[in-house]
């Protein structure tokens, strides 16, 4: 299964022209700048016109406007991940997204400890402490986050939030992604990420 990841658009998807051929995208958080309910949707449906079989996507802490959100009406296709998970073609993915109401009280650790051991493919904004989370040599990971992971050992780990550390990285049998498009300026874009699954 090939996937793409992407993260961090931050409102400017209209700008991604020409995406890989993939069997399924995946945008790991912060999809809007001011986290309003207009570019909420209008992603909502950039996303659900997309060539992709399936379309997974999870919230960054730009979009605040969907901590609690009940939605609605999405393509059988498209998959808003919130703290739960989806097997598509035997492949489990599940998805954490990060709110700062949850950073603040601190459910943030448990919504981690909550990922299932059996996960192919663990979804976070957050990435894990010390892998492509570096900026102005400060690490901005979660320590808890690289904790589970390393106990599950997932094939992949796709993550954002981080734009300057936008890349992939192997380690053990994780694949480890970074799919931040906007560089730190806010201007200009890095490519997706691709992604190769096999289980």
């Known amino acids: 299964m090939r996937i793409l990841h992407l ?8 700008r991604l022209i020409n995406l890989p051929e993939a069997d399924i995208i995946v945008h790991s958080g912060d999809f809007t700048m001011t986290g309003t309910e207009s570019e909420a949707i209008a992603f909502m449906i950039w996303l659900s016109h997309l060539p992709y079989a399936h379309k997974i996507f999870i919230c960054g802490n730009h979009d605040e406007y969907l901590w609690n959100a009940n939605i609605k009406g999405l393509d059988a296709n498209v998959h808003y991940l919130n703290n739960t998970g989806i097997e598509i073609e035997g492949i489990k993915f599940y998805g954490v997204p990060m709110f700062l109401n949850d950073c603040i009280t601190g459910r ?3 919504n981690y400890a909550n990922i299932p051991a059996d996960t192919n493919v ?3 904004h957050e990435p894990p402490y010390g892998i492509l989370d570096e900026s102005d040599k400060t690490n901005f990971g979660s320590e808890e986050l690289l904790q589970r992971i390393k106990n ?6 796709l993550f954002g939030h981080i734009h300057r ?3 992939m990285q192997k380690i053990g049998s994780t694949i480890f992604s970074n799919g931040a498009i906007m560089k730190d300026n806010y201007t200009d874009l890095q490519s997706p990420n691709i ?4 289980i």
Do not use: E
Request: net charge negative; proline share 4%; charged share 5%.
């Open 7 to 14: 993260s961090d658009t931050h409102g400017v998807h209209q």
């Open 108 to 110: 943030q650790f448990q």
């Open 122 to 124: 663990v979804i976070t």
């Open 152 to 157: 599950i050992q997932p094939s992949a780990h």
């Open 165 to 167: 550390h936008h890349g």
């Open 195 to 198: 992604i190769d699954i096999h």
